[in-house]
């Protein structure tokens, strides 16, 4: 039975939750975090941890540690080894470049591209990623930090998790183009209101994006 259900015409997705910034979880028959970030409880119910890059605010060691258990498999860029090992023992460390795959089971986690073009804080050498999760019959497409770059425009997913905010990322105009040739069933935005971007960004991107493709708005 898909998590995904209709409620007064339109989606609800009360699976994914987004902590602050892209800290994003993914509850089905696994548990999946992406970069957690400022969690303020202990829960330990993390099955796998994505990365995905370096930057404090994706990368936090101390939100890592209330999510992850002794057997939390983690997933990161290649380049993130050193890091890594130092949190998680080497055979629970999945380490990634673009257009690799992890799989366990019936889940499939692809390593996606997440880079800058013209500015200089995600350099495409650097390796760094979004992330394509397929789980329980859905996938979700979760960006990390990057613009709307050529090779994402044909990723197909049911749900599509991208940062509004700019100056780091793409901004609102740019993601709700980007979002609008992916042509996911929904679209939450992320990276927003917090560190970098406006609450008024969502507005943006919400009037931009596709009639047929549903907003879903988890950050305040």
């Not at 002794?70 to 380049?79: S, V």
């Amino acid at each position: 039975m898909s998590v995904l259900c209709v409620e007064e015409g339109y989606m609800q997705y009360s699976h994914i939750q987004i902590n602050t910034q892209s800290s994003i979880r993914i509850e089905g028959s696994k548990t999946v975090y992406f970069d957690p970030f400022q969690i303020r409880t202990v829960s330990q119910d993390a099955d796998f941890i994505c990365i995905t890059h370096a930057h404090y605010d994706h990368f936090d060691p101390n939100s890592i540690e209330k999510v992850c258990r002794k057997d939390t498999e983690f997933i990161a860029p290649a380049g993130m080894k050193k890091e890594l090992e130092k949190i998680t023992a080497k055979e629970k460390l999945h380490l990634l470049s673009p257009g690799e795959q992890f799989k366990f089971a019936d889940l499939s986690i692809t390593a996606q591209p997440a880079y800058n073009k013209l500015k200089p804080f995600h350099p495409k050498r650097n390796g760094w990623l979004g992330y394509l999760l397929e789980m329980d019959g859905i996938s979700y497409y979760i960006a990390g930090d990057t613009d709307a770059v050529k090779e994402l425009q044909g990723i197909k997913c049911d749900v599509a998790l991208v940062p509004i905010g700019g100056t780091y990322t793409m901004a609102a105009k740019e993601a709700a183009g980007l979002i609008n040739k992916m042509k996911p069933a929904a679209v939450i935005p992320t990276h927003y209101g917090s560190i970098v971007g406006k609450p008024g960004d969502v507005d943006v991107f919400k009037k931009l994006v596709d009639p047929d493709i549903h907003v879903v708005i988890k950050l305040n």
